[in-house]
């Protein structure tokens, strides 16, 4: 049972994985089955009605017919599955609490329907065949939820990664990283951290994940014989998707149109809005029981293609571009808090969307062994760079810059997490001299500093985010 203190931490931890809020007994009863289905097919969880969207706790009444229609309609779920329902005074004000376990008898169907937790959602499969094949495909254990033996919260935790985590997903910094990490259903029952914690909070997981990493290549031509570039990104997961972001940017031509006294309007060779939707899919999404192969984002002259370790489900293969189904959950879920993922199933429509929009075909999707999404780039004649930022860009750069500053951000572009050292022995440029430069680019929004004193290293700020 549920104290006060414990609702409490719920509720600023916000929806989730675990976790349900409702103002009130919705109109439509059976809305509260549906969500117990879902918790029961995951890892459990509480429905708390009395608690707004916005995190506020209102309380709720509940009288003993709509309390009888609860119990009814949990009552219609097979098969049975037992919940607590009970209520908690919570600052003067009463939250009712449905306890729901992790069941031992999946699927659990209500009203003919299926429905797992993914994220802050409950997604609505449609025959028990559905979702057995998802758990046989998932050989029932997800990969995230394994407990971690290794890791050790005070010891092995990325702080400024973690904050960062806080900051995207509106969590106040004021509650303990254990209850956090327990509230986000990051330990096991005993109170062990899964591997999803560790990969996604931890310092250099790629120790104890070799494979847990992406790699990215560009290639001169259109096939895969002559490697210009080569850069592999570890660390946590979050840190992984920003520098592949950053790297990519760095390999894309781009124009500036200014129109006017606005902002200035980019022109990618792609829309980075797609190709950013396809690597959280990949992270999200990948076979980590594939121990021998990682995420790879291949660039060529004319496209670009991600790939991830794994095919598709066969519950979202045969519903491609409707239904989304995670193999790492928990992974999909701490995405999804921070905003990154915008909602469940929207991935495909949006980058066909996108793609689109920016008057180029719409990505291709290959579903072999390797789920791969291929993106081909805007035909347009090259500038006179070498292939990583326009004349446009470099003109804009290079007129602020003096000629260290210029030649820090060049190694920075095609070495995205250089450390200072690096910087110095490749510049041949003294230690103050160097400092300088970087603070200077630092204080111009041109670069920034990512991960821990120890490993971290510069890269170049996104466009989107100056």
């Known amino acids: 049972m549920l104290t006060a203190s414990q609702i409490l931490d719920l509720v600023k931890g916000g929806e989730g994985y675990n976790v349900d809020f409702k103002r009130s007994v919705p109109s439509k009863v059976k809305e509260i089955s549906d969500e117990v289905v879902g918790f029961a097919n995951a890892s459990g969880g509480y429905v708390l009605i009395g608690v707004d969207n916005d995190n506020q706790i209102i309380g709720a009444e509940i ?28 600052e003067g004000k009463k939250v009712w609490v449905i306890d ?5 008898d999946k699927p659990y169907i209500t009203g003919g329907l299926i429905y797992v937790r993914e994220g802050a959602n409950c997604q609505k499969l449609r ?10 495909e998932c050989s029932k254990i997800f990969y995230d939820a394994i407990p971690c033996r290794w890791f050790y919260i005070d010891e092995d935790i990325e ?18 990283i254990r209850q956090l990490f327990d509230n986000l259903e990051l330990l096991t029952d005993d109170g062990r951290v899964k591997n999803a914690a560790a990969l996604f909070f931890g310092k250099e997981p790629e120790r104890k994940f070799p494979h847990a990493v992406v790699r990215c290549l560009r290639f001169k031509g259109l096939d895969k014989v002559h490697i ?70 291949e660039v060529y002259d004319d496209r670009v293609e991600i790939s991830n370790p794994g095919g598709l489900l066969p519950l979202v293969a045969e519903n491609f571009g409707a239904k989304s189904m995670s193999r790492n959950p928990l992974i999909f879920g701490l995405f999804t808090r921070m905003h ?43 500038s006179a760079t070498d292939g990583t930022l326009n004349g446009t860009l470099n003109g804009t ?20 997490g250089i450390t200072a050292n690096l910087l110095i022995e490749k510049t041949n440029k003294s230690v103050r001299t ?6 200077s680019l630092i204080d111009k929004n041109f670069i920034e500093y990512r991960g821990s004193k120890k490993t971290g290293g510069y890269y170049i700020v996104p466009e989107s985010q100056k």
């Open 63 to 90: 009288d003993n017919n709509k309390r009888s229609a609860i119990q009814d309609t949990i009552g219609e779920i097979s098969p049975a599955i037992r919940c607590d329902m009970y209520s908690v005074e919570v």
């Open 100 to 104: 729901v376990p992790s069941g031992k």
């Open 127 to 136: 025959t028990a065949e559905e979702i057995r094949a998802f758990f046989a």
């Open 159 to 176: 702080r400024h990664n973690f904050k960062s985590f806080l900051e995207k997903a509106h969590l106040s910094e004021d509650l303990p």
């Open 228 to 297: 210009i570039d080569d850069k592999t990104f570890g660390g946590p997961l979050y840190q992984q998707y920003l520098n592949t972001i950053s790297w990519i940017e760095s390999k894309l031509e781009v124009e500036y149109i200014i129109e006017g006294v606005g902002p200035r309007k980019e022109i990618w060779e792609i829309p980075l809005d797609a190709f950013k939707e396809a690597l959280c899919n990949a992270i999200c999404h990948r076979d980590l029981y594939e121990e021998g192969a990682t995420i790879m984002v």
């Open 340 to 382: 990154i993922v915008e909602k469940v199933g929207s991935g495909v429509p949006r980058m066909r969307r996108l793609m689109k929009e920016a008057g180029l075909p719409e990505p291709e999707f290959e579903n072999k062994g390797f789920f791969t999404v291929r993106f081909m780039k805007r035909t347009k004649p090259q």
């Open 397 to 416: 750069l290079n007129g602020t810059l003096n000629d260290t500053e210029r030649v820090v951000l060049d190694f920075i572009q095609s070495s995205p």
């Open 434 to 439: 160097i400092r300088r430069s970087v603070k």
